[in-house]
């Protein structure tokens, strides 16, 4: 089993920024993609940003051009950092990773909260 790790939450102000981190453990597997994903309540649960090992990143189309997506070189890290936060953003952020072997199942983090307010 990969466990996965979230840290970073927390209350932040509309325009301010925010640094997430997820860190992996567990052995046997390398791991493809990780990223994040967020669920506000009542709602879905929505792509943030993924990134591939081999540095292959993709967005949302709402935090486009706002947050950053990073993988530490061990490739078990993954960052988010989040810039111009708005009230929107508010919601549990979950980390993820996909395993490269076919037909293993995606790992999820316990999730972090996010609350941007004033």
């Known amino acids: 089993q990969v466990q996965l790790v979230e840290s970073g939450g927390g209350l932040v102000q509309p325009g301010g920024s925010l640094r997430l981190s997820c860190a992996a453990s567990?052995?046997?597997?390398?791991?493809?993609?990780m990223g994040w994903y967020r669920q506000a309540p009542g709602q879905q649960r929505d792509l943030v940003a993924q990134?591939?090992?081999?540095?292959?990143?993709n967005y949302g189309n709402s935090v486009q051009g706002r947050f950053t997506i990073s993988r530490e070189r061990d490739k078990i890290t993954v960052y988010l950092q989040m810039n111009r936060l708005k009230p929107d953003d508010t919601a549990v952020y979950y980390c993820?990773?996909?395993?490269?072997?076919?037909?293993?199942?995606?790992?999820w983090g316990q999730g972090t909260q996010v609350t941007v307010s004033s």
């Open positions: 567990g052995s046997g597997f390398d791991l493809w993609r």
């Open positions: 993820y990773c996909r395993p490269s072997i076919l037909g293993v199942r995606d790992f």
């Open positions: 990134i591939t090992k081999n540095g292959n990143a």
